[in-house]
C-alpha cells in the first residue's frame, strides 16, 4: 500500500526539495485528486439518477394507473378511458424463468467447474476453459435466435414427452398439445444455457483457490478423490459459488433479447409452465416499447424500476456474501 | 493394482488378511463402460424409435452413471463407488453443457457462412424489399463500430479514473460505497440503462434518438467493467516501484502516470478490450435509443442509425422469411467473429504484457 504519502489531498509531498516544484506539483497532485476522486462520485450520480429518473416517471405512471399495479394482468397504459396495467404476469414469468435456470445451471456448472479444476486432464482442461470464457461473450442476441430457430424445434419432443409422462404434476401439463415450445420452461432453458459461462467461470476460478494443503490433507487421510472434494474444496469454495450463482441470477433475471425472441408473451399467469405465454420484465419493455405512447413509456419505467430494484437486491445480497473475498467477484469475468 | 492380490496371495499367513489393498477395477473400465452405454443407449433407442439423438444420447449418460456405479459397488466397495458416481457424474455434466454451447457455435457457423460475402458486407438495406433477397449488414456494422466506440471514449476514461482513485487514494467511507456501487453497477440489466437514458436524454432534455444516445447507454454498462479489471491491474504493480519514484521526489500524480499507468497497461488495455466485446452485444438499450435504419448513417450525432444487434432482430422479426433469417445468421456470425476476435487479441494482451506477479 502507499502508507508513505499523505491520502486525502496528496499535496504534502514532503519530499519535494524546493518551493517552486513543491507549488507545481501540489497543483498537478490536487488536480489529479480531483479528476480521479470526481469519477467515482460520477458513478454514484450516474446510480442515484438511474434510481432517480426511473421513481420520478414511475410517480407519474402509477398516478395514472386505475388498477392495482401489483396484482393486475393486463398491460393497457395507453388507454384513454381506463390505463390500466400491472406486474402480475411478469414478475411470476421472471421468477420462474429464472429459479428453472438457476435450477439447471447450477449444478451444471458447480459440476464443469470441477470438471476443469480437479477432474480433466491438463490438456483437455485449458482449452476448454477457454472455451468457456469465450463462450461467456456470445451476445444475447444470438443465444435468442439459437434458441428460436434450434432449441424450439429441438425441444417439441422432450415437451410432449414430459406432458405424457410428468403432466400428473399439473405444472408440466399442456392444454395446448402440439404448439412450438416457446414458453416459461425453453425460456428458463435457454436462460440456463447463458448463465451457464459465468457461473462456471468464477467457480472454477474459487475452487483453483483451495489451498493446496486442504488438498493433499484430505487425500493422505485416505479420503477418495469425490471425498476430498466434499471436505476440501466445495466448503472453501461455497461462499464464491453462491455468489456466481447470484450474479448468474442477476443476468438472467434482466435477460431481455433472448427471451423477448423465445416467450410468446401474452398477459395469462398460467402455472402449466409448458403452454405459451407469460412474460418478463426486460421482455415487455422490449416488446412493448416501440408502440407506446407518452403514458405507456411512464408505465414501462416503473416495470423497469421494479426490474432494477429486484436485480440491485440480487446482485447487493451476492457482494456482500463475498464482502470478504474480493477476488471472486467476477465483475471482470 | 490388481497383481497386488496375486503377489500377496503367495504368502503363507492365513490368520491375516490376504490383501493390503481392496479390489480395484482395471484401468479401462471407464472407457469399456463408456462403449458399452453407448452402445446399449443407441440400441435402446434405435429399438424403442426415438427420433431425437439427443434422448439415445441421454439414454446412454444414464446407463453410463448407473454402470460404472453399479460395477464399482460390486467390485471395490461402496466409498469408491461414491468417488465413481462423482466423477462419471462431472464427465457427464461436461459433456451435457457441450453440447448446446458448441451446437450454438457450429449452427451460427453454418448458416452463417452461406450468406456472408463482400457484398453482405459492404450493402446496406436500402431500398431491398426485406422479404427478398440481397441486402447487407454494411450501414449494421458501421452503426456498430461508432456507437461502441463513442462509447469506449466516454466510459475508458471515467472507469480507468475511478479505478486509480480506488486504489491509489482510496480509503476511507467514500471508497467503500464506490467500491460496493460499481459491484452492483455491473449488474444493472441492460434495458434499465436504457430505460434511464431516454428519460433523461430524451424525454428531460429533449434530444432526439441518435447513435449517441444509444452510446450513451452502452457506456453506463462499460464503466463497471472497465473499473473492475483496471482496479485489479493497478493492484498488481508492485509497490516498491511507487515506493522506489516517491523516494526519487516524485509527484503522486507524475508517479501513477508514469510509472503504475504503463507498468499495468497491458492489463487495462486487456480489460478495456473485453468491456468492448461485452457491449457490442447488447441490444435492448440501443434498440430503445438507436432507432432503426435501412440505409447508412454515418453520423452518430443524428438521426436513427442501425447496428449489428438490432438488425438481428428486425431481420428475424420477420416471422417466416427465409431470407430475413438468413440475413439474421449472417449478422450474428458477424457479431460473433467480432466479438470473439475482440477477446482473443485482449487475452493475448494479456499474455504478451501482464505485471510479473500476474498470471
Redesign the interface.
Known amino acids: 500500500?502507499?502508507s508513505?504519502?499523505p491520502?486525502s489531498s496528496?499535496g504534502r509531498?514532503t519530499?519535494?526539495?524546493t518551493g517552486s516544484l513543491q507549488g507545481n506539483?501540489?497543483r498537478?497532485?490536487r488536480?489529479?485528486?480531483v479528476?480521479?476522486?470526481?469519477?467515482?462520485?460520477?458513478?454514484?450520480v450516474?446510480?442515484a439518477?438511474?434510481a432517480g429518473?426511473?421513481l420520478?416517471?414511475s410517480g407519474i405512471a402509477l398516478s395514472k394507473d386505475q388498477t392495482n399495479f401489483f396484482t393486475t394482468f393486463e398491460w393497457d397504459p395507453d388507454n384513454i378511458l381506463k390505463p390500466s396495467f400491472g406486474i402480475a404476469v411478469l414478475t411470476f414469468g421472471t421468477i420462474v424463468s429464472g429459479c428453472i435456470a438457476m435450477v439447471l445451471a447450477v449444478?451444471?456448472a458447480i459440476?464443469?467447474a470441477?470438471?476443469i479444476s480437479h477432474?480433466?486432464p491438463r490438456k483437455i482442461a485449458q482449452p476448454?476453459a477457454?472455451?468457456?470464457?469465450?463462450?461467456a461473450?456470445?451476445?444475447?442476441?444470438?443465444?435468442?435466435?439459437?434458441g428460436?430457430?434450434?432449441?424450439v424445434p429441438?425441444l417439441a419432443?422432450l415437451t410432449s414427452w414430459m406432458n405424457t409422462y410428468l403432466g400428473w404434476t399439473y405444472i408440466f401439463r399442456t392444454t395446448h398439445q402440439g404448439a412450438p415450445a416457446r414458453n416459461l420452461f425453453t425460456t428458463g432453458i435457454l436462460l440456463a444455457?447463458m448463465i451457464?459461462?459465468i457461473i462456471?467461470a468464477v467457480s472454477r476460478e474459487v475452487f483453483r483457490q483451495v489451498p493446496r494443503s486442504h488438498e493433499e490433507a484430505a487425500l493422505a487421510l485416505g479420503a477418495?478423490?469425490?471425498?476430498m472434494?466434499r471436505t476440501a474444496v466445495l466448503p472453501f469454495g461455497r461462499p464464491g459459488v453462491i455468489s456466481a450463482s447470484m450474479?448468474g441470477l442477476?443476468?438472467a433475471?434482466?435477460?431481455?433479447?433472448a427471451v423477448?425472441?423465445v416467450l410468446s408473451s401474452s398477459n395469462v399467469l398460467s402455472l402449466h409452465l409448458l403452454d405459451a405465454g407469460g412474460g418478463t420484465f426486460?421482455q415487455n419493455?422490449?416488446l412493448k416499447?416501440s408502440e407506446a405512447g407518452p403514458a405507456g413509456?411512464d408505465a414501462?419505467?416503473a416495470s423497469?424500476l421494479v426490474?432494477?430494484v429486484i436485480?440491485?437486491l440480487?446482485?447487493?445480497g451476492a457482494?456482500l456474501i463475498i464482502a470478504r473475498r474480493k477476488?471472486y467477484?467476477g465483475?471482470?469475468a | 493394482m490388481t497383481t497386488a492380490t496375486s503377489v500377496t496371495d503367495h504368502v503363507p499367513l492365513p490368520q491375516l488378511h490376504r490383501r493390503l489393498t481392496t479390489a480395484r477395477l482395471p484401468r479401462w473400465a471407464p472407457a469399456a463402460t463408456a462403449v458399452l452405454a453407448i452402445a446399449l443407449g443407441c440400441a435402446i433407442g434405435a429399438g424403442a424409435g426415438l427420433q431425437s439423438h439427443l434422448q439415445w444420447g441421454l439414454i446412454a449418460a444414464l446407463l453410463f452413471v448407473v454402470i460404472s456405479y453399479g460395477s464399482s459397488a460390486k467390485v471395490e466397495g461402496r466409498r469408491q463407488a461414491r468417488d465413481q458416481l462423482a466423477t462419471s457424474l462431472v464427465w457427464v455434466a461436461f459433456i451435457l453443457a457441450v453440447v448446446p454451447l458448441v451446437s450454438l457455435i457450429f449452427y451460427t457457423i453454418q448458416q452463417g457462412a452461406a450468406v456472408v460475402n463482400g457484398d453482405f458486407l459492404s450493402h446496406s438495406m436500402r431500398g431491398v424489399y426485406s422479404s427478398g433477397p440481397g441486402g447487407g449488414i454494411y450501414h449494421a456494422l458501421l452503426g456498430t463500430i461508432q456507437q461502441v466506440g463513442l462509447a469506449t471514449l466516454m466510459a475508458a476514461p471515467i472507469g480507468l479514473l475511478t479505478a486509480v482513485y480506488l486504489v491509489e487514494y482510496g480509503r476511507g467511507r467514500l471508497a467503500k460505497v464506490v467500491t460496493f456501487f460499481v459491484d452492483v453497477m455491473t449488474g444493472v440489466p441492460s434495458i434499465v440503462a436504457g430505460l434511464f437514458i431516454l428519460s433523461l436524454w430524451i424525454l428531460a432534455l429533449g434530444f432526439q434518438y441518435s447513435g449517441f444516445a444509444g452510446s450513451l447507454a452502452l457506456a453506463i454498462l462499460m464503466i463497471p467493467v472497465v473499473v473492475r479489471s483496471t482496479e485489479e491491474m493497478l493492484k498488481l504493480v508492485p509497490n516498491e516501484l511507487r515506493e522506489a519514484s516517491y523516494a526519487l521526489g516524485v509527484p503522486k500524480w507524475k508517479t501513477i502516470l508514469r510509472i503504475v499507468i504503463p507498468t499495468a497497461i497491458g492489463g487495462i488495455a486487456t480489460g478495456v478490450m473485453l468491456a468492448v466485446a461485452r457491449i457490442t452485444g447488447e441490444t435492448a438499450p440501443v434498440l430503445m435509443l438507436v432507432f432503426v435504419s435501412d440505409s447508412i448513417n454515418s453520423n452518430p450525432f443524428q438521426g436513427p442509425q442501425m447496428d449489428l444487434p438490432i438488425y438481428i432482430w428486425q431481420q428475424y422479426a420477420q416471422v417466416n422469411n427465409s431470407f430475413g433469417y438468413a440475413r439474421a445468421w449472417g449478422a450474428a456470425l458477424v457479431l460473433i467473429a467480432f466479438v470473439m476476435g475482440l477477446n482473443l487479441i485482449a487475452r493475448g494482451i494479456a499474455r504478451w504484457r501482464s505485471p510479473k506477479s500476474g498470471h
Open positions: 500500500m502507499t508513505s504519502t491520502d496528496g509531498t519530499t519535494t526539495p506539483s501540489r498537478g497532485d488536480l489529479f485528486f479528476a480521479s476522486a470526481g469519477s467515482g462520485i460520477l458513478l454514484l450516474i446510480m439518477a438511474i429518473f426511473l420520478y416517471r449444478p451444471l459440476a464443469i470441477l470438471f477432474y480433466a476448454f477457454y472455451l468457456v470464457d469465450l463462450l461473450a456470445v451476445p444475447s442476441i444470438v443465444y435468442g435466435l439459437w428460436a430457430l434450434f432449441l429441438h419432443g444455457i451457464l459461462p462456471t477418495t478423490r469425490w471425498e472434494i450474479l442477476g443476468r433475471l434482466g435477460e431481455t433479447m423477448a425472441i426486460a419493455i422490449a416499447y413509456k414501462l419505467m423497469g426490474l432494477f436485480t440491485l440480487v446482485n447487493g457482494r477476488e467477484s465483475a471482470n
